[in-house]
């Protein structure tokens, strides 16, 4: 049980400096906003630069019905929608802007495009992270049940330890799905990197995204190989006490089969014994009577 305790804190500690690296990334990332000779246009940038996202989307919406559909503001509102969180709809407009418009803005939309892909590989890390903390805690609370005890484990340390597996298991699939955004984000960087090389912002996201997705391989295998040994504790012990149960009752059988065994030969050893007395009763009768004739 001591592999399993060194292998959970291996993966705290994993998902822990994955944390960081993304919270970096996200800190010295900046987004550029488009220009458009606009009074709502202008306001909506403004109030996007001083962290006003929602604001922001308003003066666009309000900008879009005087100028219509606009690969530059769809563009613009990509920004806003990723300052919001509301990663679905930053990787609709994005994906739009990418592929309209003039090739300065296509550039710029694929950049944030693989920003936007980041971002939703942190959100996802970070529920796969909570998970981890969620599945120790089973394994604590599975401990106190008496996991490691001598014997097989409880019925409830059990159920808590399969939970914890379970839990793992959800672990590893958010930092599965981490790193499949992952490796869209850094299509998009090499896309941008392809068209302008000296684009260093891409060059720096790039280099993270691969780590991160070297990271949440390694958590996806660890959170994995965890929730196998997990799931395997309980059901290990339960087929060992199957074993010896099932040896037991043979043993039992045999036992028994062997008494079962000696009664009825300890029966016919009386029953000859009483046969041999009775002919010997017999005999002496007869030899009584030959002697009176």
Known sequence: MGEIVMIQNKLKTQTGSLWVMFFSLFLLTGWS?????NKDVEKGNKLLLDGKSEQALGAYEKASKKLGSRPGLGYNRGLAFLGMGKLDEA???FMKASTKGDKKLRLKARYNLGNTFNKMAQGLIEEGNKKVVEAAQLFSQAKEAGLEGEGEPPKEACELLKKSATTYKEAAEKHGEAGEYFQKSIGEYKNVLLR????YKAK??????????EGTKAVKKEAER???LYSERCDKEKDKQDKQDKQDKQDKQDQQDKQDQQDKQDQQDKQDQQDKQDQQDKQ????????KD
């Open 33 to 37: 906003v488009f220009q458009r000779p």
């Open 196 to 199: 302008k090389p000296s684009h």
């Open 284 to 291: 002496d009768q007869q030899d009584k009577q030959d002697q």
């Open 91 to 93: 990787e609709r407009e």
């Open 204 to 213: 720096w996201n790039l280099e993270l995204s691969h780590r991160g997705l």
């Open 226 to 228: 965890v929730a196998a």
